[in-house]
């Protein structure tokens, strides 16, 4: 009996994490499950439409408990079978620590506005409140998508550059900001009050956004075109950083995918 729910248990497992290449009925689920987070995003996104909502509130009411009763079975068995991972092998640590995991955290935010609303169902302004958890199910596509994993996979690998650069644009920030301060406060102190409000100025001339607020001294000016001139190259550092992290991550997996098939190729007939 223990040796069938073991059997049933990594099978489970086999199929919510897709660890084989060729498994039919895992590649079926999780596109089912990948079918089911875009819906889901997509009718969020049309529930902020009044006359949608208003035309279609019972559908869109439905829909959104259907989808997160499944999404609780889903996370049910996550936890059921987690522990056929080797990181997570004890029944009871391995659970907690798998639960406790970006991706587990991630489901269990998207299941919890329906359990919230069925305890407290009179308390419109915690339902209100509660209708931002929905933009989680959003992230449930990075468990079923490979482009939104190949993009973690890059942020992780640059991780240290990436933050080495926004560093950078903190320390070039408050720095172009309190120079701004001081030259423009007494020229203009309706437009730069305080530090921290020219920090919002100065975050939209980096950007090159740009607003009608703009020095009027002549130091003023000097120091806002060069801030433009350095906001340019200091914003394209996480750029030029992650567009190298994507060439290396695809190169890495064309690598993969040739020494595969001429694995496949050796051991052919």
Same mark, same amino acid.
């Not at 798998?98 to 305890?119: E, G, H, K, Q, R």
């Given at each position: 009996m223990a040796r069938m729910a073991n059997s049933t248990k990594l099978r489970v497992y086999e199929i919510l994490e897709?660890?084989? /290449?060729?498994?039919?009925? $895992?590649?079926?689920?999780?596109?089912?499950? @990948?079918? %089911?987070?875009?819906?889901?995003?997509?009718?969020?996104?049309?529930?902020?439409?009044?006359s949608i909502y208003e035309a279609h509130k019972l559908f869109f009411h439905y829909f959104s408990d259907i989808s997160i009763i499944l999404f609780t079975i889903e996370y049910i068995l996550r936890i059921?079978?987690?522990?056929?991972?080797?990181?997570?092998?004890?029944?009871?640590?391995?659970?907690?620590?798998? /639960?406790?995991?970006?991706? $587990?955290?991630?489901?269990?935010?998207?299941? @919890?506005? %329906?359990?919230?609303?069925?305890?407290?169902?009179?308390?419109?302004t915690l339902l209100r409140s509660l209708r931002i958890l929905w933009t989680f199910r959003?992230?449930?596509?990075?468990?079923?998508?490979?482009?939104?994993?190949?993009?973690?996979?890059?942020?992780k690998a640059q991780k240290n550059e990436l933050a080495m650069s926004f560093t950078a644009i903190v320390f070039f920030l408050v720095l172009s900001s309190t120079v701004i301060f001081f030259l423009e406060h007494d020229a203009q102190p309706q437009y730069f009050p305080s530090i921290p409000?020219?920090?919002?100025?100065?975050?939209?001339?980096?950007?090159t956004i740009g607003e009608n607020i703009y020095p009027v001294t002549l130091a003023g000016k000097m120091v806002g075109g060069l801030i433009i001139i350095l906001g340019v190259a200091t914003f394209a550092l996480p750029t030029s950083i992650l567009t190298s992290g994507f060439v290396d991550e695809l190169q890495k997996r064309r690598e993969e995918t040739e020494a595969i098939e001429r694995e496949n190729k050796d051991d052919g007939p």
């Open positions: 897709a660890t084989e /290449a060729n498994d039919w009925v $895992a590649e079926k689920v999780n596109i089912i499950l @990948l079918v %089911l987070v875009v819906l889901n995003v997509v009718a969020v996104v049309l529930e902020t439409v009044d059921w079978s987690c522990d056929m991972d080797p990181h997570y092998r004890n029944p009871i640590a391995g659970r907690i620590k798998y /639960a406790l995991t970006p991706l $587990a955290l991630i489901d269990l935010l998207v299941i @919890l506005p %329906l359990y919230i609303t069925l305890a407290f169902p009179t308390d419109h959003l992230l449930k596509l990075h468990r079923y998508s490979d482009s939104l994993q190949t993009i973690m996979d890059v942020i409000a020219t920090m919002w100025w100065a975050v939209l001339t980096m950007t």
